[in-house]
């Protein structure tokens, strides 16, 4: 269990730091919370302290603090201090080694891991010396998250919006994750069903959901990979946000994509449930007083295809049988010239969980037994070489 202290400083979006610890807690991790003097006058302590069910700390000389050392015992408790939302006056005094309160005297302490993320009004956010003392947190390590762009508190569009929880979720438990073994690799996941049209109102789909692909972006992310870009067809799940996400509804869409981008990047991670065949398509909706009767194609084979482009990507292929599964996945990642195949079953399909067994090209095999597919992404790129 990991232990995340929260700075939160004086500005409109200090009341979001609410829905941050809370869902810092539905990841089971430990929660404690310094409130600047500022922040009181946004949000109150009793908030805090009845969400991260922990003592909320506002003052180094607090009455409410058992010592006036505390800020050296909770940076020796804290696997890192994440400062959501970090105003320009903190971000200014982390940079120039001011240390006037607790939330400051704790950047000074701490020799872990930080998390900073700017919120201000977009002029603030533009100014050069903002700009100067944010370089100067990067240059010593810090991660820095950039602020979104939309409507703020004074009613101006512009730079400077408190970002997707998610988000600062994503990138604390990927500063806190130990495996590296994507670090500086280029990822490319596809994910969800592929469709097929039949005419302009009716298509052959399929009922992927785009789980597992998921769950492949979000292990990247926490292995350090430097970009993942995710190809995708139909999904019910939101995109991932950590991804630079692209749309492609049919099989040939996402060949497309894929042959643009599959030469420049390191990993292939082919997760999507494409289509194996595909109807005639007629241009006018076919009437359906009588019945109709399909004649399927065979479709274009996507890896088969990139299997004639020259690339140093890894692919990693997924065979979905429901019989004979470890014979046809051998053949499949032989034909296919795949590095490794991941064998499961339709039984996994729309679930948050499943099991699979992983061949290499070399002959190595990796046996998963049910599992979160998190958890099952997880295991499968450790065991890789990329």
């Known amino acids: ?50 969400l991260s069910e922990n003592p909320v700390y506002t003052d180094i000389f607090s009455e409410d603090n058992e010592t006036s050392t505390e800020h050296i015992a909770l940076s020796k408790w804290a696997d890192i201090l994440v400062v959501a939302p970090a105003s320009a006056d903190i ?3 982390f940079a120039n080694g001011i240390a006037d309160d607790l939330l400051s005297t704790e950047y000074l302490s701490l020799d872990k891991s930080i998390l900073i993320v700017p919120t201000m009004n977009s002029r603030m956010y533009e100014h050069p010396s903002v700009k100067k003392n944010i370089e100067v947190l990067r240059d010593r390590g810090n991660t820095v998250i950039e602020p979104e762009k939309g409507f703020l508190a004074c009613g101006e569009e512009g730079n400077g919006r408190f970002p997707n929880i998610k988000l600062i979720v994503m990138h604390t438990k990927r500063i806190l994750h130990k495996s590296s073994v994507l670090k500086g690799k280029k990822v490319i996941v596809t994910g969800g069903g592929t469709i097929e049209r039949i005419d302009p109102v009716r298509v052959i789909a399929n009922t992927s959901s785009g789980i597992m692909a998921d769950a492949f972006i979000e292990g990247s992310f926490l292995k350090k990979a430097e970009s993942i ?36 990047s390191d990993l292939l991670i082919m997760a999507a449930a494409v289509n194996d065949f595909k109807p005639n398509y007629s241009k006018n909706k076919i009437k359906n007083s ?22 140093e990507a890894v692919k990693i292929g997924f065979a979905l049988e429901s019989e004979d599964a470890v014979e046809n996945g051998l053949r499949k990642l032989k034909e296919k010239k795949l590095d490794y195949i991941v064998i499961n079953s339709p039984v996994n399909l729309g679930k948050k969980e499943g099991s699979a067994v992983v061949y290499s090209k070399t002959g190595k095999k990796l046996v998963i037994e049910k599992t979160s597919k998190y958890t099952l992404a997880e295991q499968v790129l450790e065991w890789i070489k990329v």
Do not use: W
């Open 91 to 93: 971000i200014g005094k």
């Open 229 to 264: 870009k995710y190809i995708h067809g139909r999904i019910s799940i939101e995109e991932n946000i950590v991804s630079q996400n692209l749309k492609s509804e049919t099989t040939k869409e996402m060949l497309d994509a894929l042959k643009k981008e599959i030469r420049t």
């Open 290 to 311: 009588n019945g109709i009767s399909l004649k399927l194609n065979k479709n274009i084979d996507i890896l088969l295809e990139l299997s004639k482009i020259k690339s």
């Open 1 to 50: 269990m990991s232990n995340v202290l929260i700075g939160i400083t004086g500005c409109i979006a200090a009341y979001k730091a609410a829905a941050l610890v809370r869902e810092f807690k539905k990841e089971n991790i430990q929660v404690k919370v310094i409130l600047t003097k500022n922040a009181e006058k946004f949000v109150a302590p009793l908030t805090f302290r009845t």
